[in-house]
């Protein structure tokens, strides 16, 4: 196996992506990689957030119309980012999980549509296939569809390719997660998921573990991937999965420096 990662690292590359766009139906949409999980959609003067989490500051995060926050664990729901980011009377779109740090926020089941602050919003199940733990049960965390300049964003959170998330349609964008434990979502069931979805640009997200465990506990020592590979070369086995598809791969700026 690491072999075959490491000639797949030697055949593909790729361009790391700090804020880039896509374009709207009026204009620009503009998307801003934060970390981890964390991202931002500004469009026409409205400013989405997704799961904010205040580890490095926000100083590249803009004041929130909408909130949006897939589970309630630390690095997806930081109360204090939230608080920092939300304007006034904002919606914050929450899990159940998330009721007790935010108590006016949202609460959308899987499955559930509203539209909030205008914006189209689906709640989408987001949960483990392969038992163990770190367990995440169905039912407790969302990802999230949301329209936005006539685009459809997908953000996953922290979920397997479950068959909730096969039957999505029409996603323009869509943010996967992989390398989450026990081996789901390793670059190839990402791929695979990507290739179900068939949306035009496809970003992974929540791909290393081990840095989001050190931002919380500098003492942390990472035990790495499975097979000793590295997280650049889990990326490198997705371009390659991903070669000859027609879905554009974006890797954004998610992990900057933690010094």
């Known amino acids: 196996m690491r072999q075959l990662l490491l000639l797949v690292a030697s055949l593909t590359a790729w361009v790391p992506a700090a804020a880039d766009s896509i374009a709207g139906d009026q204009g620009s949409i503009e998307i801003t990689p934060l970390i981890h999980s964390s991202v931002q959609l500004q469009y026409q003067g409205t400013v989405v ?74 709640a989408v199940a987001a949960y483990d296939i392969i038992p163990g733990e770190p367990s995440h049960p169905r039912g407790e965390a969302n990802g999230y569809v949301l329209e936005l300049g006539g685009r459809r964003f997908y953000f996953a959170g922290v979920t397997e390719c479950v068959d909730e998330v096969k039957a999505l349609e029409n996603i323009d964008v869509a943010f996967l997660p992989m390398n989450i434990p026990l081996g789901r979502m390793t670059p190839a069931a990402t791929a695979e998921c990507a290739k179900i979805l068939d949306p035009e640009v496809v970003y992974p997200y929540h791909y290393d573990q081990d840095y989001a465990r050190r931002a919380l506990n500098p003492d942390y020592v990472a035990p790495g991937l499975p097979g000793g590979v590295t997280v650049d070369q889990t990326l490198q086995w997705l371009a390659a999965e991903l070669d000859g598809s027609g879905i554009e791969l974006r890797i954004g700026n998610f992990y900057p420096p933690l010094d």
């Open 49 to 122: 957030q997704i799961d904010p989490w205040n580890r490095l500051g926000l100083d590249n995060a803009q004041p929130a119309d909408l909130i949006l926050i897939t589970d309630n664990v630390g690095h997806h729901l930081d109360v204090g980012a939230v608080r920092k980011l939300r304007k006034p009377g904002a919606p914050v779109v929450i899990a159940a999980n998330g009721s007790r740090q935010i108590p006016d926020g949202l609460v959308m089941a899987n499955g559930e549509r509203e539209v909030i602050a205008g914006i189209p919003v689906a």
